[in-house]
């Protein structure tokens, strides 16, 4: 319960922040097991890539 606690604040530190900085910030949370299997990626937006294509398979 804690940690979905957690992810709900940050998703709202990235609204809060948006809407202060005008920059569109948003959160992303990367599994443990997706960081470690991935340690070969080098960039972010494809760490990113990564973690939506896990997200989209779980809602099937």
């Known amino acids: ?3 979905k ?6 998703r ?7 809407k202060l900085t005008g ?3 948003t959160y992303l949370k ?4 997706v960081f470690k299997n ?3 990626v080098k960039t972010l937006k494809k760490l990113e ?4 294509s896990y997200e ?3 809602k099937i």
Do not use: G, L
């Open 30 to 33: 990367v599994p443990e097991a």
């Open 38 to 40: 991935n340690r070969e």
């Open 49 to 52: 890539e990564i973690v939506r």
């Open 5 to 10: 606690n957690k992810d709900k604040r940050a």
């Open 12 to 18: 709202e530190w990235c609204e809060d922040s948006t």
């Open 56 to 58: 989209s398979v779980e």
């Open 23 to 25: 920059s569109k910030w």
């Open 1 to 3: 319960m804690e940690v």
